[in-house]
């Protein structure tokens, strides 16, 4: 074995090794809160990290929101995302800090501007983690998608925030309601928004929009692909069944693209006579049509156009280089399940083409 593969066996296994260690041993690491976004932190040796508990939630509130926190954290489940490690605690150089100003403070926000996601809470984006209760005497005048401006107070007792104060304001976010998750007899609230990429480098992962801040892509990951503006569904992000909590990296996560309103996700805990009665999936959806039908029907889900044209120096056999109609293809590959199958049963030249481009 000569020294060049003595030296890849060497970095491929001490890593897998150190990826063990991650997993088996919570770790520790300095982070401090990335400008402008209160619920993103960075470390100097594990990059971008998510707080899904809302350990540092309060910590932009603080006099320490400047600085840097040491925490501990565990791997994410996924080893593919830019955020794989989760904040799960703060350590003793800032924790008995923050609890005793806390403590001796009042903590409150004042004229900040959110939106209403359900009959009792507010999200603001400027606030990152944090969900303020609504009490009963403002229920009355509010609904979900409804943005608004409020204050609110930090109650100790509960660890929550309940808004003191609250005004209208004339535009409204367009909302559904749909059963996203695996939770029976539960629907999850749904919005329509306009969406970007983010410019700076370190968050290019994840879109923005005005009203909810950053967002997760989740599977749609053509969206941070170029620096346009599309429609997109949004929800919060919630842990489902033999989850303990929330799978994306921001408090709200993409569903669903384009204008069209979304279909409900089937439930596990739906009947058999219910499952018998319609398709299970998106995908058998799809396949319940004519795969003419189903590809039109998966563009539409993109938000993208029905027909893209070739570039003149496309020929029969292979499409030339930033060929409209191949970047297409190529999106719909990334996000539309099993889409070559299907794409091979409608379309056999174009299928053809795709796969010599996919080992050109």
Known sequence: MNGLVRWYCWRRYSRLASLLRVIIVQIKTSVKAVEDYPN???????????????????????????SSVVVSLLDSPSLLTRFRFRIVDVQPDKGPKLKRWMEENKVEVQNSKGIVIDASTIYSKEHGSIFFDVPETFRSIISPGKMVTFSAVYKHEDKSFEVSNISLLPNEI???????????????????????????????????????GLIDVDSYTYLTNKDIQRTVWVMRSLPDLQQTSRPS???FVVVWCGDREPPEKDSQAQNDAEVADRPQSV???????????????????????KTQPHKVECTEEACAP???????IMLMIETVPQFLELLEKSDVALYTKVVNKMFM
Do not use: W
């Open 40 to 66: 993103v932190f960075k470390s100097d040796d594990f990059g971008l990290i998510d707080d899904p508990d809302g350990v540092l939630s309060l910590l932009h509130l603080s006099p320490y929101q400047r």
């Open 174 to 212: 367009p909302c559904v309601e749909r059963r996203m998750l695996s939770l029976p007899h539960e629907k999850q609230r749904l919005f329509r928004v306009s969406v970007k990429k983010i410019r700076r480098k370190e968050l290019d992962c994840l879109v923005e929009s005005e009203e909810f």
């Open 249 to 251: 990296r921001t408090p």
């Open 283 to 305: 995908l058998e959806a799809l396949s319940a049509i004519n795969p003419e039908n189903a590809m039109d029907a998966a563009m539409e889900r993109m938000g993208i156009s």
């Open 322 to 328: 930033k060929c409209p109609h191949m970047e297409m």
